[in-house]
Structure formats: C-alpha cells, structure tokens
C-alpha cells in the first residue's frame, strides 16, 4: 500500500448539524434519527448507517460496516440547529408536511418541538413563492454575515456541540448564472462591502460557516461553494466542502441508466424526463426562474457520463428534455417518467421507460446524514476545499478545475468506498481477480 | 505496476466463429458484421468495436480502443459457420426471423446465401416444439462427438481459419437440473460411452469444441461447460470457457437497477419481472420445462447482488417473481415489465416501473461477436478454464468454485476493463483520485 | 312512452344484505356503510349513492338522483349478515386485511365486533389453502341446505329485517366447468339427493336463497345461478338473480378501452394483462384450479365486445392472454398492467399501455351495495330470474339463452340507466338530439 | 317510430374534399384512399367504411354497413385538392414526412405525384416557424377570399366533381381568443373590409368555403366556425359546418377513461397528460402562442364530461394539468403519458397510468374521411350549420348555445349512429332491452 493519509481518531463530543430551510427533508432528517434512537425505526438509505465494504480479496471474508472501517459520530452524538423564514416548530413543519404517518410523528413530537428555528436571511427576489414571517432585521449583507456566525457560536454553545457542520437545505432560489461577484474572493468581499444585490442568501450561509471553520455542504441547487470565490475561502479557511443539490430521485436514476448503456455501448437518441411533485418544492419550482436553476443541475449529467465527445456515432446528437410540473396531488411524494431512446446494432431503435414513483424527503433525509458525517470525518482529516469523493451525494458534484466531475453513480460509489479504504490503511479494489484463477490465467510478475 | 500477463501479439489469419444453432441471433450477427465490412452499418452494442478504456490518470488525456489496447482479430478476419436442425441457409433464416428490414437484408443477401448450416444434432426430449428437418444421422453420443470434431476440422479447412471458437446460439433446451454424469470428467466418459439420456446435445458440441482445443462459451440457459465435469475437461485440454446465458434484456436491467439500490441502502421488498416475446424463442419457452432452465438463470442475480446474509434488514425478505409469456404480437421485439417494490427512510414504500421496449437479437448479436474475439484473445493469452473476467456477458457468469459470481454490472465492466489494463501492461483504475488535490487532501506516502 | 312497469313504492322496514364470505370486500362494505352512516365518509363508487340521471331533453334541467328516481332502501335500513369458515368477527377481518386504516378501523370497531359471522359450509376439495376453523357439521347437501335456510330465517329475525338480499363474496373455488348436475333443476335435485360430489359451496347457498324467495347475487366466479337449474328454480320461485363475478379493476377497464377501439374501427392485434396481487384472493388464485376459474370469467369479455364475426378483419385474429400472480408486497392492492397492440389506417402499428394501481376491496364494497338494492328493488318489482339490466356490475354477466351477454361498459351503463328510467315512468334516452336544432336539421313527423 | 328526416338517395358524379394544408395528415389520406382502391390496403379507423349498426333488436340479426344504412359518397367517387404554403407535391410531402413506409409509397407515387397545392393563404403572425415558399399574392383579406373561391370552381372543375367539401388539415395558428370580428356577421364584414389583423387564414378559408355553399370542417384548433359569425353565415348559405380539432390520440382516450370513472362514479383528483412528438406539428406547438391555441381545446374535455357541478364532491376539485414537449426522436409518432389519480370507496386513493404509443397521422386520416363523407351527406339532406351529432370526431365539438357539447366519445358514438339510423328511417336504440324477457321483467303497455 503506497498511499496513506492522516491517522484520525473516534471523535469525542457532540456534533451539530446545522441545517438552513427547516423543511420536509429537515425534519424528516431529524424525526428519524429521532426515530433510529430509540429502536423505532431504521435508517435505510444512509451509507454511513447500513454501509459495508469489503477489505482484501473475496475469499478473505472481510467485510466491514464503514462505521466500524472509518471513526464517524455516532448519531447518538449528532444534535440539530436550523434557520426558517417561517416560524413553525419542527413538529409543525412534519405535521404540514406530511411525509411521516401520524403514528411517526407522535413518537417524536417531544424533540421535534424543541427544535425552533432561528430567524432565517430573506430575500424576496430570490425566494418568490413563500410567505416568510421569520426574518432577520439585518440591513446589509455583511449584518446578515455577523449575525449567522453570532447564530453558529450560539447553536454550539446552546446544544452543546464540540463541532459542526452545516448543510442547506432551504427553498430553491431564482437562478442568477455566475455573478461576477462569485468569480475571486476579492470580487465577493468587494461585493458584500457593497451590498450587492446579486448575492443570494445561500451564499451568506457558505460565508459565514467558513469563516467558523464550519465544513459546509449545499442541498440546493442555489449558488454557494461550488464559485471560484467561495473555494478559495474554504481553502484559506481549511475547511472541506460539497456540493450541489442532492441527486435523490429521477436523476439519481439518470446517473445509473447512462451508465449502463454506456457499458454495453448501446447508443442514445434522445431522453425524455418528466417529473411531478405537489409539495413546496413543487410549488417554488413553478416559478420558471427557480426552475431554472434545477433544470441546469439536472442536464447536466448525461454529456459527462455519456462522453459524446469519445463517441459521437453513439452519443453525438442526443435529445435531451427534462420538464418539472406542479402537481398537487402528489403531496410530498414525487413522480418521475422518463422515456429513454436508445438505437443498437446496426441503428435499431428501442425503448426504455421508467416511472419512479418516489418520495423526495425520505430519498434525501439519509443523504444529508450522510454528507454531514463525512464531512466532519473530512474536517478531522485535515481535509480542505472540494471533496470529490462525496460526488456519490450530488446532482452537479464540484471537481478540481481542469477535471471533469463524475456522475456515474457506480464510479462515485468506488470513489466512495476507495477513499473510505485508504483512509483505513486498506488496499483499494481494483475487482481484477486475475490471482483467484492461479496457473489457469498466469501472472508474471 | 506489480502484475503482469504473459505479452501477446496481434493475431494472424482468419478467425473462425462456429455457431451451433443458426437462428435469430446467429443471422443477425452474420449479417450486421457484413453490414460493417461494407461500411453500411456501425457495430453498435459491441464493446469490442466501438469501446474505449482510459489509461493513467484523468489528467493525462490517455484514452485508447478497447482493439487498440489488446490486440484483437479484426472483423475482416473473422469468419463465420454454423450447425442448425432446420435446414435454411442464413438469408433465409434472417427473413423468415424479420429482425432486419428487407432494406438491410438486400445488402447483405449474397453474403448470407453462402453460409449454409452442417446439420445439427438433435435429441427431441431436449428440443420438442421445433420441426427439426437437418439432423445428423449418428446413433450414439460418441459418434455425434466424432462427427462434430470433424465438422470442426472441415469448417477450419473451408473456412481458411487458422483459429475457431464455438458460441452455441441454439434454442433452449429442457432443463435436467445437474445430472450426475456431469459431476466429473471420468462420470461423463462412462455417461458417454453408456449413451446416457441425460446427456443434451449442447454438452456434445462443447466436448467437441474442447476436444479440438477450440474455446467455447454457451450463450444459452443450457447445460454445458459450467458442470465439473466440462471445467476439468477445459483446463486438461488447456482451452478457456464461458457462459451462460446472454444477459442482454431484462436481466441486464436488472443487473444495472438492483446494485443502483443498493449503493444507495435503499431496501427492496419485491421484484416482480415480466417478459413477453413472439418469436421461436418464445414459442420454445411456452414448454414449461424450458423456462424452467430460463427461469433458473434469471432469478439467480439478484440475490448476488443484494446479499441477503450482509443487509438482511433490507434484502433478507424479497418477493423475487419471474415470469415469461410467448405472444405472438412481439415478433422478435421482446417486452419486459418490471415492479420494483422499494423502501428507503424508516421503511417508508416507493414503487419502480421499467418498461423495456427491446429487440432481443439486436441486444445479443454484439455480444457474442465480443466473446468469439475476447475467448480467442484469451486462448492466444495460453489462459484456460473458467475467464470470470468476462462475466460482463452472462446471465448466470461462472467463477472459481469458492467465489461468489459477480452479477453487478459495473463490476464486471470495471473487472474486465481492468483486465484489459493489465493485459497491456497498464495499471488497473480504482477512481481513487485523492491526489489531484495536493496539499488539500494530503497523502502521507 | 309506450314502455310501463308496475309501480313499485318506497321500501319500509330493513333489509338484510346476507354475505356468505366475510372477508376484505364484506369488511370493507359493512365498515364504509358504517362510516357514512356517521357522516365519516363518502359512498364513492355507488351509483345508488351518487349517482344522478338525466331526464327529459338537455334543457329540461331536470336531473334527479337515482335513489329519488327510484325508491332504494336508504343505508340507514340496511343491516348485515355473514357467514364464514373462518370465526373471526367483522372487526379482527378488517384487521387483517390492512384496507382501512387504523384511524378508520376506530372509528367502526364496535359495531364491527358484532358481526360475528355464522359457521360457514366448506368443502376442502374447492377451497384448498385456506385453513378452515369455523364449519357447519352437516353431513349431506341437503342437510347444509337445511342450515342454511334456517340461518336466513333466523337472520332476519335477529337483524329485525323485513327483507333481505344474499351475495356471495367467498373464496374463488377451484373450477370445474359445468357438471351435469347443473344442467336442469330436475337433474340437480338428484344430485342434491345423491350428495353428488361436483356441488360447490356457493351453489348450496345460492339454492337456499332462492327457496327462501331471497334475491341472489355471485359476486365471485363460483359456479352458481348462471346455471339452467338455479335460473329454472329462480323462475319458479319468482326470485331475481344476477352474476357472476364483480367487474372492479383490470377487467373493468377492458370493457371501456376495448369499446373504445371498436367505437373508433382501430385493428386489434393483441391484448396482454398481468395483473399482480397480495392479499388471501391471490393466494388462493395461485392453485392452478382456482386461477382457471377466473380466467374464465375474464377472458370472454372482449369477444362479446369487439365481435369478430362482425369485424374479422380487424379481430379475427386476437392473441389474448390474461395471468395472474401472487405478490406478497402488493397487499390488499391490486396492479394491473396491460399491453395492448393495436393497429390503425392501413394496418400500422400502435400499442396502449395501462398500468392500475388500484384497490381490490375498494373497488367492490360499493358494487356490492349496488347490486343488493338494486336486487331488493327487483324483488319488490315482481322481477324474477336473470336481471340482465344489472350486467354493468359483473364480469361474466347473464343474459337470456340466445342472446349475447353485453360487455361494454357504457352499453351496461346505458340499459342500466334507462332502466331505472322506465321503472320510474320516464322516457328513455338515446342522444339523438337532433330537435334542438329546428329547421336547422329538419325532422318530418 | 315518430322521427323521420327527409329521404336522400344514393350520390351521383364525383365528390371533391378541398384540403387547406397538404401535411402528414392529408397526405397519409390521399395515399390510403389510393391502396384501398387498389386492394392493397384497409381503410382501418374508419367507420364510414368499416362500421356497422345493428337494426331493430337482437335477435332480429339485422347488422348492417353504414355506408349500406345511409347513402355516402363511394371511395371511387372522392377526389382530392389540396392547398399549402410550400410548394411540394403529395408524393415529396409523404416522403419527407415519413409516416408511411418505402414500400407503401412506391405503390401511390404516381397518383400523388399529380396532388400539387395551390398557392395557400399565409399570415406569419400566426404561422411562425415554417418557412413558407408557396403562398398567394393577394394583398387584402377580401382578395384572398376572392382567390379561394375561384380556387373552390376551379377545382370542382379539374377534378369533375360535381359535389364539394372543404376540411381545414393546416398547421396550428397562434392562439387569438375570441376577437370581437368574429362575434357576428355584422361584425366580421366590417372587419373583412378593414383589413383587421386579428382574422386567421383559416377563418378566410372557412368563409370562402360557405360563400361557395361548400361543407366546411375544421381539423384544427384554428378560429373559424365555431364563432358565432361564421355559424350565421353557414345558416344563411345553407351548408353544414362541424369541428374543432380532431380528437385523435390522448384526448380521444381522456373521453374514454373520463366517462368510465364518472360511470362508476369513483372520484378524481388529478390527472397529468404530458405529450410528446416529433414532427412539424411538435414544432410548431414548441411556440407557447400555438401550444396555448391546443391546450384549450384539449382542457375542456374533462369539466363537460365529469360535471363537478352535479357531482361536487367526486369532481369539484381536480388538478388538470396538459403539457406538450416537441421531442425529435418520436418523429410523426406521438406518445402520450398519463397520470390519472382517482379515488374510491371512503376516498382511499388509487392510480390509473397510461401511456400510448400512437401515430398522429394514421390516427386522424380516417377521420378527416369520415368527416368528408358525412359533411357530404348532410349537404345532400339540407342539414345546415352545427351537426352536433358528428361531435364525435372532435376534441373540442360544437353544440347549440345554451346546450353543453358532449364530449364523452361513447354518447358521442349513440348520438352518431343514432341519428344514422333516423335518417335511414329505423329506430334508435335505447339497450332497454326488458322485452326480451317476457313475463320475467312484465311490462305493462
């Protein structure tokens, strides 16, 4: 084993999970692992709870659950903070929200109504569709700033926590592009000082957690870490961050689909997706402005993974749409149909089509866990700046300039668990096998 | 790099593809390699042809064909025989099969009028609902053994070959379970000689093929070198094997869907598969003792997959249901229905519906075109017995008695591209990446 | 209007709806009847409840409800019996079934505990997985007979009734086809005599029923008053009667989407429905025997409606197949998934896809109910035998020898209607409306 | 039988269907008109051609043809004109249009070749994406109304015809509302004089056809005679009128699936219809202002069907939601997705999914035929203005003010052939059918 990295050690102490937008994904995040406390429930679909990884060869037999390969918080030590530009508790918010079952909710209500938020940064130019009643009275930009970073040192204290991190869940804002103001650091400070009216809230949030060294990560498909100003910041301030918007449902789904007929070369003409959804979300997103800052995040993943530059007879001229519709019926649950083209050999066209009828805060509760562990791993490591081996996580993952990020959730997934070895010390896996097989396929090595 | 294969050079002369069974499949392939050779027509599907492998890291811009990477026989060398029941030449087989449009056949007509099949063997109790019209008239097991081998030579000499491999591409057949005289090579000498009922024809071609020292893979569900007794047949004889059964369709899907659920520790409470196809395929599976061998096949992935024993809480209670149904409407298009029943947070259900819309020879026909040169790039490699390495094209893929088969689709990518690497000398890719990013994710060398 | 029937006035005192088989779709009933007694809940799906007719010319405005066209039994008069061969009450089956939810089990618990059902008549030879606890000790067919008129007398004197009604909501029986037996009254007497082993449960209950005067109704596929001998003695004993088999889900929408293909003169190549389902009626559906007797039942119907004699050339030639499969996940729900390919202009190809997530015993408890008023209104009519008016709520409706049983829904639905309308001494509709239209679309009288 | 109309017998000399646009749609007739005659085709989906009624009651076995009920045009007899703004012929318009095969083509090329437009009426206000190449000089909307109707007699010449009807086949106008010219006669002269800017060609078609005494339909959800000017100019000329929009794919099946919930009286909550298609008719609709001239007529079906006023509870409230996508790779095909949220019993929720894969063109052609042949016969028997009884064929129909348009395909299909068989002078019928039963079900004359 040539690569080796810092040795880190079970963290002692509380960490805090501080969350903007305490929302159906919040406090779905929150009543569950309320939930898993007390033996009621299971926390299905997080990695760092039910996750294994196999360590040396198959017939090793060593496999380990990667709570027990890397030193994560235990949930037992995990406490929530969070912000709203609504005053409800997060017991109301579950009760408007209605994701969990009545019988769920009244096995939690006790700690969920502990859990008020506090008066959130509102910009009605950038959120459109909601009508806040809890906001900060800051004037400027750099009030806000103050008073979130005051917000930080007071969660810690008031909960108790030796460490945090913070992760936004909040509404999707109108998209605005890359500002300039986001392009360097002195760009955005100059920005701030002039209360520049196209820094969205969000990035208030990044700016203030890196500033308290707090590892940040971004839900949303808002504007926040993934700018070359915020990135320079998190390096100056040694602090890990990830992002953006959490690849849950229909697109998580995209990013295993493409994949798969890129393995077996089948070739694609075109690729319809539509996607349903009745809750808030559904309803910000009915403002073509927010909707399109999803759309961006969501095209995004096929060019990557399908390389149309590598195979232009394959993927050269693919059809991509992608449309979101308010539906209220559909309640919190979420409802994706795509219709996928692809051609085989000698150009024979066929067709795949997938309907997910899925549920968007219980897909994205056990990612924000999990993004939350990791990163408090990544700040005890020593780690600063992207981290691309969370790209598992995200809809638009960040890379190193010059580096295409990755999408194939496959390849993420081996990133994932590749780095999760090493940092244990152990080999990373390869799946050759070639020494299995002794004199019938010889090695010389 | 600390594993190295012995070096191989490109091949010289014809390849001979030798195809029991001159059907759907066999014809389309026939025809689509025409198609290719005349520039009328891309090799889509084929990871041979048309797929790439990136060597070294992201940054240093290296990526190569797959046949530039290893040296593989080009298409213009390869050449084609078959043995069918039924006597039509392959022009007439692709029309009557209606997979190809009349447009596509005309091009190719001249080409396919040539290749007329040997004639087959037959055994009525394993192949019942097809009017066989082309039979070998040899009496015994043994004798069928002999005219075979000479089939074999005779195609080699015909042919101008100075290399063969045999992919048999013939109708399923009864399913017998693991007869005993397969359950070792001096158990299958004394079945033979005694002329054994148990004994189905394709286990005759690949004891041929062996014998003759030419590699072998079984695209169908039948029983053939995945017995004991044909594995130490192929390592005596010093050929390599590989089967069984194409995973083209549905259980393609499947192999692609399941480990998507399970890199994100989403559970699953069923899986419920239907499949529906109108040609001889079809037909030939409406005999329940044929499905029962499909059936056999299919259902075996997911449980790999999954593994039950490691996330019982999320895969230990799966209602797993296959079903197939001839309906003549299909042609040979080949429709599957899949109802994924999923829970993620807490248990909460979310339901996946996958509607594929296929064409079953389109899907297969590059595949065996893949097998036939990477079997023959494996013999020239002096590799013998069971290539896990190519598990990438089987429904049920063979692996070291003591290893689990790998049914992931993206392991047996990573697993055979990896090879690959390694067989040119390259290092295997792990999508580690930590260092791209110096000093913010430092490596303690 | 040259059409009367005898008039017929408002019911008084109860009736007593008897429902041999208290399983998900009786529980289901009784609770909803319960519940919108309570003002809890909406009969939805009951035409009799809410269901409204037009009468008189468009302009007329004069659109009534139907149970004011015609004098129904209000829900407040109804009251309910059970029998079966399981002992647990009303109550402990809705438990089970898991239809209702909790909340809305509490609100009808108490009255459901008293429905205790009474020992039920068994046969293990026709119902086979199902393990029996609760049974009548009769020796012979007479003598279960004999008990069974005795409970109906006793019934109504227990539920205080005037009146009462029987359906039949039991297990699927294993099919048998049509014994001689139930070829004529006389012929069946004998073999009620002989104690003649091809007599199924149902059949004993329906012929109780009818000697008790009490309307009939087989809401199941069982062999019962669809008979010559049940229809004789129906007639004999001045009873009306109707059946067989609830049309709820797949089969429900068969009748309207194949009406609408013939509405249209759109070809028919070939119609494929899976339907998969989890609760006891799937269970017992996966004995062979008990499926056969369904698919019977299900696929006649489009026969009938699309009339191939008529049409040969566009349904000449159908390939039809209907499966079934037991899929624990599904529970109580029911899904269906329907391929339909289709042909237009000139014979090119199209195909209709349908996918019902429905709900087994939601979508029968109002059928139920309709039938047992609309059965009563009959009884109070001097209707007797086959009530072929009543065809919209069965999937193998009845119909006088010689004539075709009709199918489509809105034909059943039309006859159904204006039914109603003649009873009430209204005219009957048929939408030509051409005398809106005055000297526009002249009509010469 | 107390309704008679006047009798008209069997048509003489040849009938001329005038068709403004000469796209998929017209085409795909032309041709198919042409193979029927040669016997080398069916004229599927028509139900002048391929319909029956049945006569009197069941068992009179009286079923007869339509076209032998009531006299229409014979097939022999139709000859076609056509007009359009690009100036390819019929053969060139079915070639790039792709809806028929090679080999269809080649069997109608000589015929269609002679099908060359005149110069067609163009406002690029209202047509925007099609580049036109073909379009007539004229300078005022009263010349271009001149030039129609010399195009109208010169026609009627070239071809022979004795008879004519014009049926509009163009591309979708941008969506105007109800301009004020179009609320009276009166109204619409003065605008015509003035030149006003909100009146669409069709409607200068549509007043050209009238002026001529010529049937008009409209087969787009273009402006033109279901305004109330237009209707008084068709009833001052005498002529027959009907449209708008032909109801052919997705919302032909709305008006299925909507009257099949309201017959069982299960309740809706929602229903989503996305829609996707390829050709020039998708890109056209790409344009917001076009696509919104299509929403409207394909929104309204549901409200008339479903009545929410009669039945507040089951339709009160029903999120319905329509979006079309233009998505290349469906070509002329066209695939509708549906998402149809009903509920039942006690309001438990259940979902209805369906997705048809269709073809725009051989969907609409019979139709246009239909609507030709019938538009004749109403002529023939001086019918004039709405024929609401051809309701039918459209998506959005017309009816008399003050009475709904019925949109439920099945009364739509009762009304058609009810009033075919007054006109034939036979009953209509009611499906009462209690006579069939005697003393069973007594009627009292």
């Given at each position: 084993m040539d690569k080796k990295v810092r040795a880190v050690s079970k963290p002692e102490g509380k960490l805090a999970v501080l969350l903007p937008g305490l929302g159906a994904v919040s406090t779905t995040l929150i009543a569950g692992v309320e939930m898993v406390r007390q033996g009621k429930g299971l926390p299905v679909g997080s990695l760092t709870q039910m996750g294994t990884a196999r360590l040396g060869k198959r017939t090793d037999g060593r496999t380990v659950k990667l709570q027990d390969l890397v030193p994560l918080s235990s949930l037992n030590d995990v406490v929530f903070g969070a912000w709203d530009i609504i005053s409800e508790n997060a017991a109301q918010v579950a009760e408007r929200s209605g994701v969990l079952t009545k019988e769920h909710q009244d096995l939690v209500r006790p700690a969920m109504e502990k859990i008020v938020p506090k008066k959130g940064v509102h910009n009605p130019e950038f959120v459109r569709r909601i009508a806040a009643n809890h906001i900060k009275d800051t004037k400027t930009h750099r009030e806000s700033i103050e008073a979130l970073r005051q917000d930080i040192r007071d969660f810690k204290k008031e909960l108790g926590a030796k460490r945090a991190v913070m992760i936004v869940c909040a509404s999707v804002e109108t998209y605005t592009g890359t500002p300039a103001a986001t392009q360097s650091l002195a760009a955005l400070e100059k920005a701030l000082d002039a209360n520049d009216a196209s820094i969205n809230p969000t990035l208030l949030y990044a700016y203030a957690a890196l500033k308290e060294g707090v590892p940040f990560a971004?839900?949303?498909?808002?504007?926040?870490?993934?700018?070359?100003?915020?990135?320079?910041?998190?390096?100056?301030?040694?602090?890990?961050?990830?992002?953006?918007?959490?690849?849950?449902?229909?697109?998580?789904?995209?990013?295993?689909?493409?994949?798969?007929?890129?393995?077996?070369?089948?070739?694609?003409?075109?690729?319809?997706?539509?996607?349903?959804?009745?809750?808030?979300?559904?309803?910000?997103?009915?403002?073509?402005?927010?909707?399109?800052?999803?759309?961006?995040?969501?095209?995004?993943?096929?060019?990557?993974?399908?390389?149309?530059?590598?195979?232009?007879?394959?993927?050269?001229?693919?059809?991509?749409?992608?449309?979101?519709?308010?539906?209220?019926?559909?309640?919190?649950?979420?409802?994706?149909?795509?219709?996928?083209?692809?051609?085989?050999?000698?150009?024979?066209?066929?067709?795949?089509?997938?309907?997910?009828?899925?549920?968007?805060?219980?897909?994205?509760?056990?990612?924000?866990?999990?993004?939350?562990?990791?990163?408090?791993?990544?700040?005890?490591?020593?780690?600063?700046?992207?981290?691309?081996?969370?790209?598992?996580?995200?809809?638009?993952?960040?890379?190193?300039?010059?580096?295409?990020?990755?999408?194939?959730?496959?390849?993420?997934?081996?990133?994932?668990?590749?780095?999760?070895?090493?940092?244990?010390?152990?080999?990373?896996?390869?799946?050759?096998?070639?020494?299995?097989?002794?004199?019938?396929?010889?090695?010389?090595?």
């Open positions: 971004n839900a949303t498909p808002n504007t926040s870490v993934d700018t070359p100003a915020l990135q320079e910041l998190a390096r100056q301030e040694n602090v890990p961050v990830a992002g953006r918007d959490l690849k849950s449902g229909q697109t998580m789904m995209k990013t295993v689909i493409a994949p798969s007929l890129k393995a077996r070369m089948l070739g694609l003409e075109g690729w319809f997706s539509t996607n349903i959804l009745g809750n808030r979300d559904g309803e910000v997103l009915d403002d073509p402005q927010a909707f399109k800052a999803k759309e961006v995040t969501k095209s995004g993943v096929l060019d990557t993974i399908l390389q149309p530059e590598l195979y232009p007879e394959l993927y050269g001229k693919v059809s991509h749409k992608v449309s979101i519709h308010y539906y209220p019926p559909r309640g919190d649950a979420k409802e994706g149909w795509d219709n996928i083209d692809i051609f085989g050999w000698l150009g024979y066209p066929m067709q795949l089509k997938i309907n997910f009828l899925c549920r968007d805060s219980i897909l994205a509760a056990p990612l924000v866990l999990d993004i939350a562990l990791f990163l408090d791993l990544a700040k005890r490591l020593e780690w600063k700046g992207i981290q691309e081996w969370m790209s598992f996580y995200f809809k638009s993952p960040m890379a190193q300039p010059g580096l295409q990020p990755e999408h194939d959730l496959f390849i993420q997934l081996t990133k994932l668990k590749n780095t999760l070895r090493v940092v244990a010390g152990e080999e990373p896996i390869t799946h050759l096998g070639l020494d299995y097989y002794g004199d019938d396929l010889p090695i010389v090595k």
